[in-house]
C-alpha cells in the first residue's frame, strides 16, 4: 500500500498564535484524508459504523465524509520539524500576503508529503498552504 499524505487544517480565533507566541492552546485543527472520488459518501459512511461497531476505537463518531473547495492559495514547501514552521508562516502571513494586498482566507491548511512516522523531523517535508482573496 502506498503513502497518502494526512493533510490538516489549522485556525485560531488569533491567527498569531501560530506565528507570534506559538501558544497551541489556541489551536483548533482537523485532520484529512484524501478518498477517491469514487467512493461515494454513503460508502464511507457505511464503513464508519461497521469498524465503529466491531472495533468502537476512540473519537469514530467525530469522523465524517467531506469535499474541500480552497480556490486561490499560496503555498510552500518547509523542509523541517512542524516546530520550525513560524518563520514560514510568518514570513507568508506578514510578508506575501500582506505585501500584496491580499487577504487571507479559510483554514491554514498543511500536507504531510513525509510518513512522519518514518522519516527524522529534520527532514519532514510539509506542504504548507494559506488559502486568501486577491
Not at 461497521?50 to 469514530?60: G, L
Request: a negative charge; glycine letters at 4%; one cysteine or more.
Amino acid at each position: 500500500m502506498s503513502y497518502r499524505p494526512l493533510e490538516g487544517l489549522w485556525w485560531a480565533e488569533d491567527m498569531d498564535a501560530f506565528t507570534t507566541d506559538r501558544d497551541k492552546s489556541q489551536w483548533d485543527w482537523t485532520l484529512m484524508l484524501l478518498t477517491p472520488d469514487a467512493w461515494p459518501t454513503d460508502l464511507v459512511e457505511a464503513a464508519i459504523r461497521t469498524v465503529a461497531e466491531k472495533k468502537s476505537p476512540p473519537r469514530i463518531g467525530d469522523l465524517r465524509h467531506a469535499q474541500l473547495t480552497e480556490g486561490r492559495c499560496v503555498q510552500t514547501l518547509h523542509v523541517g520539524s512542524f516546530d520550525d514552521e513560524d518563520e514560514v508562516l510568518e514570513t507568508m502571513h506578514h510578508k506575501e500576503i500582506h505585501d500584496r494586498r491580499w487577504a487571507m482566507t479559510g483554514r491554514h491548511h498543511e500536507i504531510y508529503l513525509s510518513d512522519f512516522r518514518r522519516v527524522a523531523e529534520q527532514r519532514r517535508r510539509t506542504i504548507v498552504r494559506q488559502p486568501i482573496t486577491q
